[in-house]
């Protein structure tokens, strides 16, 4: 399941990030890693991205990138 | 050693008792850590700082005594991610005292970069900020304990603390035992809050948003409301200043320099200061509590439909205040073409310059000019969207933090606040002054230098070369081309020459006047938003945008010229 698939307040456990070079960094140097429990806080307007929360971290990520996050629930 | 006492494990550097004299110590940090907020504190300069991640996009610096303070743009680690973040890593490596500005909230994660620095072999120090924040949500942090495990000292003493500890060159190192993470730092309760949870919401976002805007226009533009009424007081007093200065005088010359040149032109823009303050307080006060952080997330679907940057939010809000300053955040982005179309795009939206500019062309022709005034600011915005949408390139991922709703400081606040509205009196006082000298000669001296009337003027001469591109929208005063024209050095300008050569008003009718400020909204913005636009994007990019905007600001006003004259 993707973390895009996920609804608001559902968390999930990440599997695999199927991103790389300077977007896979950045969400690593947030602490946004497989293993790592995200929670899904809310969507944008017409859906274009997704808010999640690890930790004390919130990040907003565009759905093309948020597809690429797979989750186990 | 009164200056480290909040430092447990203190000792002095005792070999080299100046060890920071004539060096050179850069700040650094996560984005959205507080590094210019503790740059401006150290150097007392005003850099703009803001609530968002990524205000700062390059590296800015100021010597102090012999230590040459930088401020480096935010970076979450070596390998890098956005343009902005590359000229970060070499400031900091260059450093002979890496100061790690770290956010306390989000320490675990900030602490990648903390490492890295440290391996680097530059001397580092790590000094936290919203630790108060961070014991409100319940957590806490020991700097002695931090620091025995990073193995490099920390600092949460405030801002002054630690700038006499650099320039003594008293750095402690962190004596005791190694010590675990958890011993030093909890995080307390990371959960969203009621507040975080609302923001969040799109739809709420949206309509809070539009709510704001307008309440906003309202406050300062209503004829009943604080802005209008003290913008009259303002006015009234710069009169009587003006009265004041002129009574003394005798040569007609000099007083109507000083009365309709300096008073009238400047002293008119002047009395905007007001209005601009309730719309920057508006702004100030969304930045500072979080709210446009939220919003520029919730809303994001409004701009990946334009096919803009998600990012491009906070850029547009910036413009409100100042294109200039809008166009330096788009640093931040990850890709040229995302970019670039967001600097194409940012002269449509109304500068507070641009304020004085409507309501002085729409104020005679409404008792109420607050609609019409919201209108040219929403039309502003809608523009720079669809143009956005007909822009071809290509589109930038949204991978962006977002701040956490807190109840803005309003110590920040006001000097924020107070430091806009200083630019802004500077401006006027400086450059608008100055230009409103120069077009008080012009308009009262003919080619061979005799003083005559403003229709004989050279200035006459020469505006009437572009007066024919104004016809077509109901403009047939040279005085207000030539208006326009000043809009090019700085927009402040318009409104001064208008007041100037014009005191009666500018005598347009509704047609004209709404055709008028269309051209302004969508005119190219003033040279120093060139600027920024040429040191970004490129001379030849910047030339082929103003030149559009050009065309569809002509374009525009004729045609808004025709549909008003059939109403």
Redesign the interface.
């Known amino acids: 399941m993707k973390v895009f698939d996920l609804k608001a307040g559902e968390t999930g456990v990440i599997k695999n990030i199927g991103l790389s070079g ?2 896979l ?7 946004i890693k497989v293993g790592e429990r995200v929670e899904v ?9 997704v ?1 999640i ?1 690890c ?8 759905k ?2 948020a597809q690429r996050i797979e989750v186990d629930i | 050693m009164k200056s480290i006492r909040r430092c447990p494990y203190g000792y002095k550097l005792a070999a080299n008792e100046s060890a920071t004299a004539g060096k050179k110590v850069v700040l650094a940090g996560n984005p959205n850590a507080g590094k210019t907020t503790l740059f401006n504190a150290l150097t007392h300069s005003n850099l703009r700082t803001g609530n968002f991640h990524g205000v700062t996009t390059s590296p800015a610096q100021k010597t102090v005594g012999n230590i040459t303070y930088v401020d480096v743009p935010g970076a979450y680690a070596f390998k890098t991610y956005s343009m902005e973040e590359k000229s970060a890593v070499d400031e900091i490596k260059s450093g002979d005292l890496v100061i790690n500005v770290v956010d306390a909230l989000t320490l675990e994660n900030s602490l990648n970069l903390t490492r890295q620095i440290i391996a680097t072999g530059a001397p580092t120090v790590v000094y936290l900020t919203k630790c108060a924040a961070l014991k409100r949500r319940g957590g806490f942090v020991d700097t002695g304990k931090l620091s025995r495990y990073l193995g490099v000292p920390v600092f949460d003493c405030p801002p002054k603390k630690l700038k006499k500890i650099i320039e003594d060159g008293s750095i402690p190192k962190p004596a005791g035992e190694k010590c675990g993470f958890f011993e030093a730092y909890k995080a307390g309760d990371t959960r969203i809050s009621g507040a975080d949870k609302l923001f969040y919401n799109r739809i709420f976002a949206l309509f809070f948003f539009i709510a704001a805007i307008i309440a906003m226009f309202f406050l300062a533009f209503h004829p009943l409301m604080l802005g209008a009424y003290l913008k009259g007081l303002m006015e009234k007093l710069i009169g009587a200043f003006g009265d004041f200065l002129t009574s003394k005088m005798q040569n007609p010359a000099v007083i109507s320099l000083f009365s309709e040149g300096i008073i009238g032109g400047a002293g008119s823009v002047l009395a905007f200061v007001p209005q601009l303050a309730v719309l920057y307080l508006f702004l100030t006060l969304l930045d500072e509590s979080g709210v446009t952080s939220a919003l520029a997330f919730a809303t994001d679907g409004i701009f990946e439909k334009a096919n803009l940057s998600g990012r491009a939010a906070f850029s547009l809000v910036s413009g409100f205040g100042c294109t200039a300053a809008a166009i330096m955040t788009t640093r931040g982005y990850s890709t040229q073409s995302a970019q670039r179309r967001t600097v194409a795009i940012l002269p449509f939206v109304p500068c507070g310059a641009k304020l004085p500019v409507f309501l002085t062309f729409l104020s005679p022709l409404f008792e109420n000019p607050f609609p019409a005034i919201t209108c040219f600011y929403f039309a502003g915005v809608a523009a720079a969207l669809i143009v956005s949408v007909a822009v071809k390139g290509g589109n930038e991922g949204l991978l962006s933090e977002v701040a956490p709703i807190a109840l803005p400081r309003l110590k920040t606040v006001i000097e924020k606040l107070l430091n806009y509205l200083k630019g802004f009196i500077i401006k006027v006082t400086g450059i608008v002054t100055l230009f409103c000298v120069a077009s008080w000669v012009l308009s009262h001296f003919s080619f061979d230098f005799k003083y005559v009337e403003a229709e004989q003027s050279m200035l006459s001469a020469f505006s009437k070369l572009i007066l024919p591109f104004f016809y077509p929208m109901g403009v047939i005063d040279w005085r207000i081309a030539y208006a326009a024209l000043c809009g090019f050095v700085a927009k402040e300008n318009v409104a001064a020459a208008v007041a100037l050569l014009m005191p009666d008003g500018a005598g347009l009718g509704l047609a004209s006047a709404i055709a008028f400020c269309t051209f302004m909204l969508f005119c190219p913005a003033c040279i120093s938003a060139f600027s920024a636009s040429v040191k970004e994007t490129g001379l030849k990019f910047t030339l082929k945008c103003a030149a559009f905007q050009l065309l569809l600001a002509f374009l525009g006003a004729y045609v808004t010229h025709l549909i008003f004259a059939f109403i």
């Open positions: 300077s977007a960094e950045r969400l690593t140097s947030l602490g806080i809310s969507f944008s307007l017409f859906k274009s991205s808010l929360s930790a004390a971290v919130r990040v907003g990520i565009r093309s990138l």
